[in-house]
């Protein structure tokens, strides 16, 4: 395996979120009071990360990141300062005002997506554990997407800010896609609806953290993969989505693999794997926690190390090349996350 320059710099500022999704325990969580990396250290991980990869992306991540503005507005602008683009997925909750808008639109990240895990209030709200969730997520992107159109009529369009719905691939929207797709591009106008696949319930694995029973898993897994083809085939021609037909390949497969199976209720403790091996995060991505420490996917199954000064993380990168190794025969689902995973959903479009 190759030791080319990372791409992707995740970095974590919080593990608390406001709502209660059923995908997700972040919500379950308290944020700990001690080893927490300071500001200060941050930045030092952010110029380290700039000097492994002059053109690299950072990923603000949390829990909710935006509970949190101060650290978040920091980490873009610092990122900005080394010539870093910053992305973000956000739940929508913490922009309600023009004025929340126009500051992410002025100093905030160059592309942001936000959750919306169906195209009706009922379930998404369903999903995400709130009632009246819907109606924040989707009046978030209509302040962003107003704040982005006022910018660009005054001629002063400081960023070309990307603004994404993240939507979540599961039993309950794979029969909608066509709604989803005409609610996000049609109807809100974002620039784009991603899906991402479900895993088993996402967890701060970093701790360790376990769930006896993953219902939400074991009945949201149960996609019929014939139709799911067919949706996805025809939404990609109705809305010109450019899918990947690789990409395409490997969601079908996945839902295949998983329907009808026993124990899913067993999450990730089912010890589930792909057919195939779809994950490249160890070739392109460093996590960094709250408290400093690096590794190569979110997991806790392969080891981590602390960055305690300037050096450690090229140090980290540059000598793990056995671990890398170790990472690349890995088939746990989590490699049909967005962010692991070896494919891109869409082909680029040439002009």
């Not at 390949?249 to 009808?260: A, E, I, P, T, W």
């Not at 408290?291 to 806790?300: E, I, M, Q, T």
């Not at 050096?311 to 090349?321: A, P, Q, S, T």
């Not at 170790?326 to 002009?351: D, F, K, Q």
Request: hydrophobic share 35%; aromatic share 8%; net charge neutral.
């Amino acid at each position: 395996m190759s030791n080319q320059a990372p791409e992707f710099l995740f970095l974590s500022i919080n593990e608390v979120c406001n709502l209660r999704c059923q995908h997700c325990n972040y919500w379950r969580t308290k944020q700990p009071s001690l080893g927490v990396i300071s500001l200060a250290r941050q930045s030092e991980i952010l110029a380290e990360f700039a000097e492994l990869s002059p053109h690299g992306k950072v990923v603000i991540c949390g829990g909710e990141p935006m509970l949190d503005v101060g650290p978040y507005f920091h980490i873009c602008e610092a990122s900005r300062s080394l010539g870093l683009r910053t992305l973000s997925v956000i739940n929508g909750t913490m922009i309600v005002t023009n004025s929340d808008a126009d500051k992410v639109l002025a100093i905030g990240p160059d592309e942001i997506s936000i959750s919306l895990d169906g195209h009706t209030e009922e379930l998404h709200d369903r999903m995400r554990g709130r009632k009246g969730a819907f109606v924040q997520v989707t009046n978030a992107l209509k302040l962003l997407l107003q704040a982005r159109s006022k910018a660009v009529q005054r001629h002063t369009p400081d960023r070309n800010l990307k603004i994404y719905a993240m939507g979540l691939l599961t039993k309950s929207t794979y029969l909608h896609l066509d709604e989803f797709y005409g609610l996000v591009l049609n109807k809100l106008g974002a620039d784009k609806l991603k899906l991402n696949v479900l895993q088993p319930s996402f967890l701060h694995t970093r701790i360790a953290q376990e769930k006896d029973n993953d219902d939400f898993f074991a009945a949201e897994s149960q996609v019929d993969a014939d139709v799911l083809a067919a949706s996805l085939t025809d939404c990609n021609e109705k809305y010109q989505l450019h899918f990947n037909p690789n990409w395409m390949k490997q969601v079908v497969s996945y839902f295949r693999n998983l329907y009808g199976r026993p124990d899913l209720a067993k999450g990730w403790k089912g010890k589930f794997t792909t057919d195939e091996h779809i994950c490249n995060s160890p070739e392109r991505n460093i996590m960094v926690n709250l408290d400093g420490r690096a590794s190569l996917c979110f997991s806790n199954e392969f080891p981590s190390t602390r960055l305690l000064r300037p050096g450690d993380m090229k140090h980290f990168w540059e000598n793990n090349l056995e671990l890398k190794r170790r990472m690349g025969t890995c088939n746990a689902l989590c490699g049909i996350s967005h962010s692991v995973r070896r494919e891109h959903s869409t082909l680029p479009v040439l002009s």
